[in-house]
């Protein structure tokens, strides 16, 4: 039974930070691709980052958010991380957590099965 719990949303001056964590099941397997989305009301599931860890890190990120935001994952903690650096108020959303065997889109929503429950992320 596969399981993502996020935290670490909140509310933050624009120009802040905040570092997401996501908490996952020893099920996932270490070939599954995790990333991070994002989902304001009124608006379609965004993928913001995604990462792959095999012979080496495979990274990739929405253009919004490229040299702003990192994700990371340590395969020890079972935890999937996105820091989020010079926020602004159009990051405000819910942030997901999501995991899968992508074979082709790691940013697309449609690649992923798997997800959490989501966290508030609120810059103002």
């Known amino acids: 039974d596969v399981q993502l719990v996020e935290s670490g949303g909140g509310s933050v001056e624009a120009g802040g930070s905040l570092e997401l964590s996501c908490t996952f099941s020893e099920s996932i397997p270490s070939s599954y691709c995790m990333a991070w989305f994002r989902q304001d009301p009124g608006k379609e599931r965004e993928g913001v980052a995604a990462i792959f860890i095999g012979r080496r890190t495979n990274t990739w990120y929405a253009d919004s958010v490229k040299g702003r935001f990192t994700i990371s994952k340590d395969n020890a903690k079972n935890t999937l991380y996105l820091q989020m650096n010079s926020l602004k108020p159009e990051d405000t959303a819910v942030y997901y957590c999501?995991?899968?065997?992508?074979?082709?889109?790691?940013?697309?929503?449609?690649?992923?099965?798997?997800w959490g429950q989501g966290t508030q992320v609120t810059v103002s």
């Open positions: 999501a995991a899968d065997l992508v074979i082709t889109e790691p940013l697309s929503q449609d690649e992923y099965r798997n």
